[in-house]
């Protein structure tokens, strides 16, 4: 069982930054592929981003490429999603999630079906 704390959330003009960490713990919690999730009020959870146990491949999605980086530091086992030129359509709650399997390949990680989840934190951009 892998254990997701997430942090960064709050509140920002369009326009404006934030940065989201998730800091996982557990049995080997190094080696799963991790990303985000999000979900507005009213719609289904979207995949955001995601990124290998080794940091070396990341797959974003469409609505967010270009503006968003993901990133990870495996000494502190803390996934980042930098987030740059927000727009009101980003207001979310944002989930971090690691991948069960850790064999399966980051470009499955948005269809896996299989997470651990983090509990959420909530990003609000205001016009």
């Known amino acids: 069982q892998v254990h997701l704390v997430e942090s960064g959330g709050g509140l920002v003009e369009a326009g404006g930054s934030l940065q989201l960490s998730c800091t996982a713990s557990?049995?080997?919690?190094?080696?799963?592929?991790m990303g985000w999730f999000r979900q507005a009020p009213g719609k289904e959870r979207e995949w955001v981003s995601a990124?290998?146990?080794?940091?070396?491949?990341?797959e974003y999605a469409a609505s967010v490429k270009g503006r968003f980086t993901i990133s990870r530091d495996n000494a502190r086992i803390t996934v980042y999603l930098q987030m740059n030129n927000l727009e009101p359509e980003d207001t979310a709650t944002y989930y971090c999630?690691?991948?069960?399997?850790?064999?399966?390949?980051?470009?499955?990680?948005?269809?896996?079906?299989?997470?651990?989840w983090g509990q959420g934190t909530q990003v609000t951009v205001s016009a």
């Open positions: 999630a690691a991948d069960k399997r850790p064999s399966r390949s980051v470009t499955l990680f948005s269809t896996a079906g299989e997470w651990f």
């Open positions: 557990g049995p080997n919690a190094n080696v799963y592929a």
């Open positions: 990124i290998s146990s080794g940091g070396g491949r990341k």
